[in-house]
Structures are given as structure tokens and as C-alpha cells.
């Protein structure tokens, strides 16, 4: 640090000394002597600045500048951190809820399958009735599952349960039955 602050005294004072003061208009011609009584005034002022008080002010300020450089270093590193811990929560989180929804995804088909079994029970036993029968069974039935299993009968046994149903329930089931196949 010691090492450091030396070389930025250095610096300074020799960046002060390039520095031009105020360039006159006027060109005036110095003796040598002169000139260099002038360099060591300019200098001598220069460094009157940095008494002993200045310098362990500077360096007091260098320090303290540093410390916070670290605490930001270091509040930045426990940031990411930190960042890092909840994006691998949040990960394993995405992990779970995708396992989960998978589980879901098979629970939805397992049950799909199993409604397509129920229907296809269900078409054989409208199947092998008397239409008379299959009317009265359909007329009380669920709307879908209706036309789900009429959608599934052979066109003549179907023509004949809808003219064995009441007129109302079997325009209503027609009509669906007609939106079921478009």
C-alpha cells in the first residue's frame, strides 16, 4: 500500500509539474538561471501541499475506498450466491412440477382409456338390445355419452333407436350427434 502511494505522490506531483500554469500571451526570455530559480518556486509551492497532514489524509481516504471496494466485493459475491441458490431451488422446483405434471399427463390418459372402454361396453350392450330398449336406455342418458355410443353404432341401428325415441329427445341428440361428426 506504502508502495503504491509513493509512486501516486510521484505521479502527481510530476503530472502537476507538466501541467502548464496559465500560458501568458506575452513571450518573455529568461536567463538560465532565472528559469530554473522559476522551476524550483513552482515546485516548492507545488509540494507545500503535501505536508506530512495531507498525506496521511490521502492515505487515510485511499484506505477507506479500498475497505468499501472489498465490502462491495464482497456484497456482490454473496449476491451471487445467493442468486445461484434460488436458481438451483427454482430448478428443482421446474423438475418437480414437470414430474408432477407428467403424472397428471398419465392420470388424464389412464382415464380417457378408461372412459373408451366404458363407451365401447357400453356400444356393445346398446348393440345387442332392441331399439325400443336402447331408446329408453339413451333418452335418460348423459347428452355426450349418448352420442358418443350412437357415434359408435352401425348407421341402420342407430336410425332405428332415434325413431323409436320421443321426437324432442331425439332432435336434440341428432342435433349433437350432427356436431359430433363435422
Same mark, same amino acid.
Request: charged share 35%; hydrophobic share 40%.
Given at each position: ?9 510521484? $505521479? /502527481?506531483?510530476? $503530472?502537476?509539474?507538466? *501541467? ?9 526570455? /529568461? ?7 522559476? *522551476? ?5 509551492? %507545488?509540494? =507545500?501541499?503535501?505536508?506530512? #497532514? !495531507? +498525506? ?5 481516504? $485511499? @484506505?477507506? #475506498? =479500498?475497505?468499501?471496494?472489498? +465490502? %462491495? ?29 407428467? #403424472? +397428471? ?12 372402454? %366404458?363407451? !365401447?361396453? @357400453? ?12 331408446? &329408453? *336406455? +339413451? ?16 348407421? &341402420? ?5 332415434? !325413431?323409436? @325415441? ?5 332432435? %336434440?341428440?341428432? #342435433?349433437?350427434?350432427?356436431? @359430433?361428426?363435422?
Amino acid at each position: 500500500m506504502k508502495k503504491y502511494l509513493f509512486i501516486f505522490c510521484l $505521479f /502527481y506531483i510530476g $503530472f502537476s509539474l507538466a *501541467v502548464d500554469e496559465k500560458p501568458n500571451s506575452e513571450s518573455k526570455n /529568461y536567463t538560465e538561471k532565472e528559469f530554473l530559480d522559476a *522551476v524550483d518556486k513552482a515546485v516548492n509551492n %507545488r509540494l =507545500e501541499r503535501f505536508k506530512p #497532514k !495531507n +498525506l496521511v489524509d490521502l492515505s487515510k481516504e $485511499f @484506505m477507506k #475506498k =479500498e475497505r468499501a471496494l472489498q +465490502l %462491495r466485493e464482497l456484497e456482490i459475491q454473496k449476491r451471487g450466491e445467493s442468486l445461484k441458490a434460488s436458481q438451483d431451488d427454482l430448478g428443482k422446483k421446474l423438475r418437480e412440477l414437470q414430474a408432477r405434471s407428467g #403424472k +397428471l399427463l398419465g392420470c388424464l390418459d389412464e382415464n380417457d382409456q378408461n372412459q373408451k372402454k %366404458r363407451v !365401447n361396453h @357400453m356400444v356393445d350392450v346398446v348393440s345387442g338390445m332392441k331399439p325400443q330398449n336402447a331408446a &329408453d *336406455v +339413451l333418452s335418460v342418458q348423459d347428452v355426450g355419452i349418448a352420442v358418443r355410443i350412437l357415434g359408435a353404432l352401425a348407421p &341402420d341401428k342407430v336410425s332405428k333407436i332415434f !325413431n323409436a @325415441m320421443d321426437k324432442e329427445i331425439s332432435a %336434440r341428440l341428432q #342435433k349433437q350427434f350432427m356436431s @359430433m361428426k363435422k
